[in-house]
């Protein structure tokens, strides 16, 4: 089992910055990739991010592209997401999600561990 763990969120008003973290615990070396997604109310979830524990170049969502960057810390176990230039369409509950699978996927159903998620609030 893998346990995910997010903090870092909070109301910032258009155009702040935020940087959200991700510690994993467990069988953390069994996982492959790690994933931010999100989701707005009465929207489904969607992709924001990903990369794998080895490197690599990241995957990131075309709204996000530019703004936000996604990086690891190994030896922390952890995943951060820099979120830049954030707008109003940001707000989302923001969850943490790791993948056993070799490959990098945009799908939340090829993600086995997910967190419980963060709250992210911009303000217009």
């Known amino acids: 089992q893998v346990q995910l763990v997010e903090s870092g969120g909070g109301l910032v008003q258009a155009g702040d910055s935020l940087r959200l973290s991700c510690a994993a615990s467990g069988r953390t070396y069994s996982t492959y990739a790690m994933g931010w997604f999100r989701q707005s109310p009465g929207k489904e979830r969607e992709f924001v991010a990903t990369?794998?524990?080895?490197?690599?170049?990241?995957t990131y969502a075309d709204s996000v592209k530019g703004r936000f960057t996604i990086f690891r810390d190994n030896a922390k176990s952890t995943v951060y997401l820099q979120m830049n230039s954030l707008k109003p369409e940001d707000t989302a509950i923001y969850y943490c999600?790791?993948?056993?699978?070799?490959?990098?996927?945009?799908?939340?159903?090829?993600?086995?561990?997910w967190g419980q998620g963060t709250q992210v609030t911009v303000s217009s």
């Open positions: 990369i794998a524990w080895s490197g690599g170049r990241p």
């Open positions: 999600a790791a993948r056993i699978r070799i490959g990098l996927t945009l799908s939340e159903y090829e993600y086995d561990y």
